[in-house]
């Protein structure tokens, strides 16, 4: 297969990744200036006596929302834990598969111990399950269903596909392995291009958000 | 009969957009859409409503943003709000959120529900929305000075009534005073002994104190129906009264949402810090007990403590009540859960002043006895009058047995006088 004179793969690894990664880098910047440029209230209550110093706090909020706080009472815990799940098994698969290594030492000069396919294999099919028990529960939980918009369903997909066509190229299924490998990497570009304009952003906002509340609740002397 | 006014969908925008700011914008984008908040609000507990849902509640806000949001604005691909919308969310900005924190809990994105909910109302006012009876009480508290009538001369009355009754010294205008005492007008007229109980302790620890008839009513209910301007007339009649006796401190009362805008939101209202210290009576009191001035004698009635939402989630005072049970309170037993994971009462953020919303607060009622049950005992003990109302009046319709008290009334009924 050729797209403008070229192989698939190397369209895929050439100007659509390319593309790809100048538009997620430009418009998560966009996000976070935008957002970060906008007026920005100052609190002048007072302080309770030995609270934590801002930054601390702000580290505080990012750990404490992390799960339910103890003694909150009953909560469905399905959730959360599918959760935890898809997120870290997204996060070994990234960083801990040898050829991702490698394609993020050739952007970022780094490198680090990976793991062994089998054991990426496996977490890729957790995740796989873990993405499908989530959508599951969205179109069908009604509280899910109604909450749900068009940017859920895309940013599921979007995440999903990567999982698959990795699974595919690593396991030579379906095509052949160029045409495979092709294919995972335009979905990643895909990803790539929607994240910055989709909900995938609060990998970034979560930091945002959970800090400022952590430093809103520590100055009242909260302690959940 | 007349035809309903018009619903002012540009005002509305306009006041949402008038919210825009890097806190606000970054919980309404950060929104994963997971649903867990759901959970954790006792209006979706007790309705099993989805609409229900904190997140959901933010919908409208979050679309007016959009629409504005550059490119797309642009290309039309983010619709404005409309006047359906509005309508449709009215009853769940107002009747179905009071702003009690809890669903902030279990966010993983820790969005701040209850502070968003409290900005949006305003755009609803703007556009002529609103329960009418929460903007009643509103309008009687700029108009009369309380939201239930508590005028200046209705105060000097039910204090000069109190004082002789009760046989207590409770000074009115005093010239100059360290500590200026408020009001919640629920407790001026539905429980009004909870005035000399405080007046009690206050004396009992020696306390240079006051009441004021130019800043009495620490309720706001401007705040709480979206009246901004309203807001900031309540807070400046306390800090002018304060400034005027020139007290270092202010005690606010068995209120909670009264704690939360003087303590929290008062000085960003008018826009500079107070010159004074901002005490719920709880923590009043527990600095008197750490100071040695508060000599009891122990209460023996098995109970259980409400953690009012603003004073303890929101407040950060939890471990005040706690330190005053402490040894007091014999026979105290902890609901589950507790502290800053309370279940909301369901009559705060103004919902106990709607009566519409009344059927839903009964059916949160039924977490409370629940709770209350699982304690094996069967009073239960708060500080905060909007709190025990609620619960009075859910009380009756659900015929519940239990008994509330107010830990002021019980803490000046076991002084030991010398
Ligand atoms: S602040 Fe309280 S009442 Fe409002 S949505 Fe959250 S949990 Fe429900
Ligand atoms: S828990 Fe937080 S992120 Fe999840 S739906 Fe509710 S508000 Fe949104």
């Not at chain 1, 100048?22 to 609270?51: I, T, Y």
Request: aromatic share 8%; with cysteine; glycine share 8%.
């Amino acid at each position: 297969m050729t797209v403008m004179g070229m192989s698939l793969l190397d369209f895929a690894r050439g100007p659509a990744i390319n593309t790809a990664m100048a538009v997620f880098v430009l418009g998560v910047l966009w996000r976070l200036v935008s957002l970060l440029g906008l007026p920005r209230s100052v609190d002048r209550s007072r302080p309770k006596a030995g609270v934590p110093s801002a930054p601390m706090a702000a580290l505080a909020g990012i750990w404490r929302h992390m799960g339910t706080p103890r003694g909150f009472g009953p909560m469905s815990m399905f959730q959360v834990f599918n959760g935890w799940i898809f997120h870290v098994g997204l996060a070994v698969i990234v960083f801990g598969f040898a050829q991702h290594m490698l394609f993020l030492k050739g952007l970022f000069g780094l490198s680090w111990p990976v793991l062994p396919t089998s054991v990426i294999t496996l977490a890729a099919y957790v995740t796989l399950a873990s993405l499908v028990a989530a959508l599951v529960r969205r179109m069908t939980h009604p509280v899910l269903r109604l909450l749900s918009t068009g940017n859920d369903y895309v940013s599921w997909l979007v995440t999903v596909l990567p999982v698959v066509t990795g699974l595919l190229a690593v396991s030579h299924l379906g095509a052949r392995y160029e045409t495979l490998l092709a294919l995972h990497i335009l979905s990643i570009a895909l990803l790539l291009v929607w994240f910055p304009f989709g909900k995938l952003m609060h990998a970034f906002l979560v930091f945002i958000t959970r800090a400022e509340t952590g430093m809103t609740y520590a100055r009242r002397g909260v302690k959940t | 009969m007349n035809a309903p006014a018009p619903i002012d969908v540009k005002a509305a925008t306009r006041a949402f957009l008038a919210q825009t700011e890097e806190h606000m914008n970054a919980y309404l984008e950060a929104c994963v859409h997971c649903g867990q908040c759901s959970e954790a609000c006792h209006f979706h507990k007790a309705s099993g409503d989805p609409r229900h849902t904190p997140a959901y509640k933010l919908f409208p806000i979050a679309k007016a943003q959009r629409a504005q949001k550059w490119p797309l604005k642009w290309l039309g691909l983010a619709p404005a709000i409309t006047e359906k919308d509005l309508a449709e969310w009215e009853e769940l900005i107002f009747d179905t959120c009071t702003m009690c924190g809890r669903c902030t809990e279990v966010c993983p994105m820790a969005i701040d529900i209850a502070s968003i909910v409290g900005q949006a109302r305003k755009a609803f006012v703007a556009a002529g929305l609103g329960p009418a009876d929460l903007l009643q009480a509103a309008e009687n508290s700029r108009d009369h000075g309380s939201p239930l009538g508590l005028t200046p001369e209705k105060l000097v009355d039910r204090v000069e009534w109190l004082a002789d009754d009760d046989e207590v010294d409770m000074p009115l205008d005093k010239e100059r005073a360290e500590v200026l005492l408020t009001v919640s007008s629920i407790e001026a007229m539905k429980y009004p002994q909870s005035l000399s109980a405080m007046a009690k302790i206050l004396n009992h620890a020696g306390v240079d104190w006051t009441f004021s008839t130019t800043g009495y009513e620490a309720t706001n209910f401007g705040y709480l129906s979206g009246k901004a301007d309203i807001a900031k007339v309540m807070i400046q009649r306390i800090l002018d009264a304060a400034e005027k006796t020139g007290a270092k401190t202010v005690v606010i009362p068995e209120c909670g949402h009264a704690y939360g805008v003087l303590r929290w939101g008062a000085a960003n209202i008018i826009g500079r810090p107070l010159p004074f210290e901002v005490l719920h009576i709880t923590e009043y009191m527990a600095k008197l007990k750490r100071a040695g001035k508060l000599k009891l004698k122990p209460y023996d009635t098995p109970m259980t403590y409400h953690d009012p939402c603003q004073i303890s989630r929101r407040g950060g005072a939890t471990e005040d009540a706690r330190y005053l049970l402490d040894g007091f309170a014999t026979h105290f037993t902890e609901m589950a859960p507790t502290g800053a994971h309370n279940w909301c009462c369901g009559g705060g953020g103004g919902v106990q002043a709607m009566s519409r919303a009344a059927p839903l607060r009964h059916k949160v009622f039924q977490i409370k006895i629940d709770q209350v049950a699982a304690t094996g005992t069967d009073t239960l003990v708060s500080a905060c009058a909007n709190c025990r109302l609620t619960f009075d009046e859910s009380k009756t319709a659900l015929h519940w047995e239990g008994k509330l008290e107010s830990i002021v009334e019980i803490i000046a009924d076991h002084l030991v006088e010398d």
